[in-house]
């Protein structure tokens, strides 16, 4: 057992109590007891004085790129330049440096051939490295119209879909993730373009399904996003341009179907206004900003917290999501 006292607490994020300060009491991972300051438990239990400091539950990253140093690995062919043990090199750090910054419990959401989350996943699990805990997709199911990038796995036709599908779970996949639009990052695709069929996800969905587990979808654009929600999709990536008849349709389904929106991994786009995808990401500013709003304020929806950059961004500040989300 462990007493910990003099704890702050954030309300929203602390159930079962209405205190804003106080001790708690530990008994091995759970949370026994949270009490007023100065309590006394009664338990001979050693005590650690957090002096005011904030007592949060472990975090959640919904969309993180483990294997990823810095965004440019995974675009065209540069990530063909890095070997098996530099991607899980990082993979390693990544899974550590969230850790420490809170995440307990991350998804990655787009491996590497080599599979290198999946394999430090099995790690974490087994005691034999220090890390968040890992739900990985395995490599991204992607038809040809997406540019080369080193997290695909091609697929074309709903025949082609379920083959992958099941190739990508055999492999050790805990769900699956497909790429639904065009992207930010990819010069030759248009961000609101959808480059993926109804067949085709509902073909993955079935798949996942019968597999106990869901899918994820990489949409920017209105049309992606909405065909998506429609075939059964569980989480919907980024979700920029999101209509508002699909916010009715997803709040209707409340339960089943939720928006992971990365605002950090955008902000860094904005943040190079004269390269060609910054050009294009201020372009689209103002209907994105209006889409999320809308979705955050006046629909019932679940949104989740993703930050969809790489480690060589995050460690410079591992917060920076909680601001630009305040």
Same mark, same amino acid.
């Given at each position: 057992?462990?007493? @910990?006292?003099?704890? *702050?607490?954030?309300? #929203? ?8 300060? +106080?001790?708690? @009491? ?14 006394? #438990? ?12 904030? @007592? ?22 540069? =990530? ?14 990544? /899974? ?13 959401? =787009? ?24 739900? !990985? ?19 074309? =036709? ?9 190739? !990508?779970?055999?492999? +050790? ?5 497909? %790429? ?11 961000? +609101? ?53 699909? &916010? ?5 389904? %409340?339960?089943?179907? =939720? &928006?992971?929106?990365?605002? %950090? /991994?955008?902000?860094?786009? @904005? ?8 050009? *294009? ?29 790489? &480690?060589?961004? #995050? ?6 999501? #909680?601001?630009?989300?305040?």
């Amino acid at each position: 057992m462990l007493i @910990l006292k003099n704890c *702050r607490f954030v309300p #929203f994020l602390t159930e079962g109590t209405d205190l804003t300060q +106080g001790d708690v @009491l530990l008994d091995g991972h759970t949370i026994a007891r949270i009490a007023p300051p100065d309590t006394d #438990f009664g338990a001979d239990a050693p005590v650690l004085n957090l002096k005011g400091k904030t @007592l949060l539950p472990g975090l959640i990253d919904m969309h993180v790129h483990l294997c990823m140093y810095d965004d440019a690995d995974i675009v065209g062919g540069a =990530g063909t330049l890095i070997s098996p043990c530099d991607w899980t090199i990082n993979a390693v750090n990544y /899974a550590q440096a969230l850790l420490d910054a809170g995440f307990t419990t991350v998804r990655d959401m =787009g491996d590497v051939d080599c599979l290198p989350a999946k394999y430090v996943r099995d790690a974490i699990n087994k005691g034999r490295l220090t890390g968040s805990r890992i739900f !990985t997709s395995g490599p991204i199911i992607e038809s040809s119209w997406t540019d080369s990038t080193t997290m695909g796995c091609l697929a074309d =036709g709903p025949m082609e879909f379920r083959k992958a599908a099941r190739m !990508t779970m055999a492999r +050790g996949a805990d769900f699956l993730k497909l %790429y639904g639009s065009g992207s930010l990052l990819m010069p030759s695709n248009e961000p +609101g373009y959808p480059i993926i069929e109804p067949e085709e996800i509902r073909e993955a969905v079935t798949q996942a399904r019968q597999n106990s587990t869901y899918v994820a979808i990489h949409a920017h654009g209105a049309t992606a996003i909405d065909m998506a929600a429609h075939e059964g999709v569980h989480t919907i990536e980024h979700a920029s341009m999101i209509r508002e008849d699909t &916010l009715a349709y997803i709040e209707d389904h %409340y339960e089943e179907i =939720g &928006l992971v929106p990365t605002l %950090y /991994a955008f902000n860094g786009i @904005l943040e190079a206004p004269d390269t060609p995808n910054g050009v *294009r990401a201020h372009k689209l500013l103002k209907q994105i900003v209006s889409s999320l709003k809308s979705a955050c304020n006046q629909h019932r929806v679940q949104i989740g917290w993703g930050t969809d950059v790489g &480690l060589k961004i #995050f460690e410079q500040d591992p917060m920076k999501e #909680f601001r630009l989300r305040k």
